[in-house]
């Protein structure tokens, strides 16, 4: 009798257990069919980017050449990305060549700097160049990051990928922010950009987060295009 009862009880927990992981096993399904494609659009969207803005690279590449603008082509920053990995992520140079410099030596303004969402207006950043702020109104400094998105660094759509000092800033949900790879644009663009600081930019990435998925993704990228093309929110 006991051992019928002891076999009713396991058959029990087996079927509970079944039970319990069944809901869960498409979900994951889809969240890896989700991020596999997400992977393969990557690859091939950035590929036909990079080729198709190859001659804008040359452009810009020309311009740096004398004046002003004289120096590296590219801006390096290290970034905080899937998992916590750190990588380079690449702009064009907008600054000048001793940008962090000319900002820390100013302690009023690199004041105001980090207290205004690491950030400062246009007008009063002496570190932007005149090409700089072409490049940034248009857009067209973000181009690079194409590359990227090729190397498995970045997505084409997801969080923006933050600086070492911003991680405070989504300590409450900290893990989470870290398991999705950061993008080249995301729902905080399409929300206001630069005009959105914190909190409010760590809630619409905690938004994207919680709904990714193929819908949300095409809309993010749709509405980047006429937010370049309205220049809304470059800085």
């Known amino acids: 009798m006991n051992n019928t009862n002891f076999q009713k009880k396991s058959l029990n927990d087996v079927k509970t257990s079944v039970i319990k992981i069944t809901p869960s096993a498409p979900a994951s399904a889809r969240k890896y069919f989700y991020l596999i494609m997400k992977r393969t659009v990557d690859i091939v969207g950035s590929s036909l980017g990079l080729l198709l803005t190859a001659p804008i690279f040359f452009i810009i590449m020309f311009l740096y050449l004398s004046g002003q603008n004289k120096g590296p082509i590219f801006f390096r920053q290290i970034r905080v990305g899937v998992n916590g990995k750190r990588f380079n992520m690449y702009k064009f140079r907008s600054m000048i060549v001793n940008a962090e410099e000319v900002l820390k030596n100013d302690p009023a303004l690199y004041k105001k700097y980090l207290k205004n969402n690491y950030k400062l207006e246009p007008e009063e950043d002496p570190r932007i160049t005149k090409l700089g702020m072409f490049l940034r109104r248009t857009s067209l400094d973000e181009l ?85 093309i309205t220049k809304k929110g470059a800085y």
């Open 144 to 228: 690079p990051q194409l590359l990227n998105v090729l190397k498995g660094d970045m997505s084409i759509v997801g969080p923006r990928p933050v600086i070492e000092d911003e991680l405070k800033e989504y300590t409450n949900r900290l893990t989470e922010f870290l398991t999705v790879k950061p993008g080249v644009t995301g729902y905080w663009q399409i929300c206001g950009r630069s005009d959105v600081g914190y909190p409010e930019r760590a809630e619409l990435e905690f938004f994207y987060i919680d709904n990714q998925g193929f819908k949300l993704d095409i809309k993010i990228f749709v509405l980047t295009i006429l937010i370049v």
